[in-house]
């Protein structure tokens, strides 16, 4: 199971970046993926999810209205459209699967999730 992110990059505040994470190996048929992000010195932060069989998405407030998460079924990618970035949204960034639908509930926290991508670092300057 392999979940390849990449798009992160130096942007500033303001721009915009696209993250994209393609799962092969068994983690296409995943029905939650989701983006988590880390910050140096601070926790695991959710960002978004999507839930294929659900149909729900969820939004972290930090990045409410200006990200939005996506999914190309025929490419095995989720996406990240970042928008209207700042300082803040600085951190790497942790695309997640889980194979088994969940409440909505647990869709924010990162025990849910089976698997992990390496990350992709997304540096914004004021």
């Known amino acids: 199971v392999q979940l390849q992110a990449s798009g992160g990059g130096l942007v500033r505040a303001g721009g915009s970046l696209r993250l994209s994470c393609v799962a092969s190996?068994?983690?296409?048929?995943?029905?939650?993926m989701a983006w988590f992000r880390q910050a140096p010195g601070k926790e695991r932060e959710f960002v978004a999810a999507?839930?294929?069989?659900?149909?729900?998405?969820l939004y972290g407030d930090s990045v409410k209205g200006r990200f939005t998460i996506s999914r190309d079924k025929a490419k095995n990618t989720l996406y990240l459209q970042m928008t209207s970035l700042n300082p803040e949204d600085t951190a790497v960034y942790y695309c997640?699967?889980?194979?088994?639908?969940?409440?909505?509930?647990?869709?924010?926290?990162?025990?849910?999730?089976?698997?992990w991508g390496q990350g992709t670092l997304v540096t914004v300057s004021s």
């Open positions: 190996g068994g983690a296409e048929g995943s029905d939650l």
């Open positions: 997640a699967a889980r194979t088994r639908r969940i409440i909505v509930g647990y869709m924010r926290v990162a025990a849910s999730y089976d698997y």
């Open positions: 999507n839930s294929r069989g659900g149909g729900n998405t």
